[in-house]
């Protein structure tokens, strides 16, 4: 496995109910999580410059609460989510997004199996470039 997945793997450390993360190298470079609700997120990483870009397709379930140190902003593509936040509940369908501060908790509800984009900035060291 290379240096920038292995470093992926500490990305997530405040995500403690999280009891697998699986990592593969090559085209789209995937990251599967299952969390305790049997909830699975296989994501496509990679970074240009100072961006990081995600595609995300998300179980129903709850993906739990964490906090990050990049600025980031979701974009639903197909499905519904319901962002948990200090300040109250967000509800965000196809078209629609949402920035999250850094540092700022948040957890996620997928009301149904949704499609997401999420772009980070600054990209996080270690995920891999290209696409």
Known sequence: MSDSLDRLKN????LPSLPS???????GHVIEYRTDDGVSVAV???KSGDV???????????????SHQEHETVVIVEGVAIYHLPDGDIEIGPGQSI??????PHSTTFV?????????VPAAEGFP???
């Open 112 to 120: 149904v199996t949704t499609r997401l984009i999420a772009i980070t």
């Open 99 to 104: 920035y999250i501060a850094p540092d700022v």
């Open 129 to 131: 470039d290209g696409g």
């Open 44 to 46: 496509g990483l990679h």
């Open 52 to 66: 990081a870009v995600c595609r995300a397709v998300n179980s129903a379930g709850y993906f739990p609460e964490h």
């Open 11 to 14: 990305l997530t450390p405040s």
């Open 21 to 27: 993360m699986i990592l593969s190298e090559g085209r």
